[in-house]
T-cell receptor, first 115, second 114 residues
Framework: AQKITQTQPGMFVQEKEAVTLDCTYD???????LFWYKQPSSGEMIFLIY??????QNATEGRYSLNFQKARKSANLVISASQLGDSAMYFC????????????FGSGTRLSIRP | EPEVTQTPSHQVTQMGQEVILRCVPI?????FYWYRQILGQKVEFLVS????????KSEIFDDQFSVERPDGSNFTLKIRSTKLEDSAMYFC????????????FGSGTRLTVV
């Protein structure tokens, strides 16, 4: 069964606008963590932000914030004031604490920023 | 900042040949992983490795695949007899004990099977 779902295969956003990338997840494990990674055209995986299931506050890292809605099992990434360099593939991922520490990825969203 | 180093960055191999992908994890990390990404598709878990043994593997990781930590610094993925469908980007990652989110990925090896 699909555990991480990213329903937006591609998005176009005007430079300087905020953008929300959707992610929903499915787990019965009470303890888990959620990640967002950026993959530019060069191919490397860049860690952006992390949210633990027991964290009380939404995670923020600079222009990135994670809108964590536990009851809805969603972990959307919000990028404020988008820049041309934000054009990339974005992956949502999850680690279940019962599963020997691997992380599993969603199918990704390709974000393109228009000047 | 410490890095996970993968070599080579690109490898072309003939179908049926054996290939070894190499990774040097961050020195104080004890958990190691291999993932693969077929072009344009999602990143798929292959195997996790801890304390010199496989801790978990996916159904992709069949008898054609093996991993090894031969010398305490390198972490290798071997594909015994490559198939065309093994063409993908292979990522190595490592994580320190006690770090719940500190997964560091290498920049990947692009494997092309011809």
């Amino acid at each position: 069964a699909q555990k991480i779902t990213q329903t937006q295969p591609g998005m176009f956003v005007q430079e300087k606008e905020a953008v929300t990338l959707d992610c929903t997840y499915d787990t019965s494990d009470p303890s888990y963590g959620l990640f967002w990674y950026k993959q530019p055209s060069s191919g490397e995986m860049i860690f952006l932000i992390y949210q633990g299931s027991y964290d009380q506050q939404n995670a923020t890292e600079g222009r990135y914030s994670l809108n964590f809605q536990k009851a809805r099992k969603s972990a959307n990434l919000v990028i404020s004031a988008s820049q041309l360099g934000d054009s990339a593939m974005y992956f949502c991922a999850m680690r279940e604490d019962s599963s020997a520490s691997k992380i599993i990825f969603g199918s990704g969203t390709r974000l393109s920023i228009r000047p | 900042e410490p890095e996970v180093t993968q070599t080579p960055s690109h490898q072309v191999t003939q179908m049926g040949q054996e290939v070894i992908l190499r990774c040097v994890p961050i020195s104080n990390h004890l958990y190691f992983y291999w993932y693969r990404q077929i072009l344009g598709q999602k990143v798929e878990f292959l195997v996790s490795f801890y304390n010199n043994e496989i801790s978990e593997k996916s159904e992709i990781f069949d008898d054609q695949f093996s991993v090894e930590r031969p010398d305490g610094s390198n972490f290798t993925l071997k594909i015994r007899s490559t198939k065309l469908e093994d063409s993908a980007m292979y990522f190595c990652a490592s994580r320190a004990t006690g770090s719940v989110y500190g997964y560091t990925f290498g920049s990947g090896t692009r494997l092309t099977v011809v």
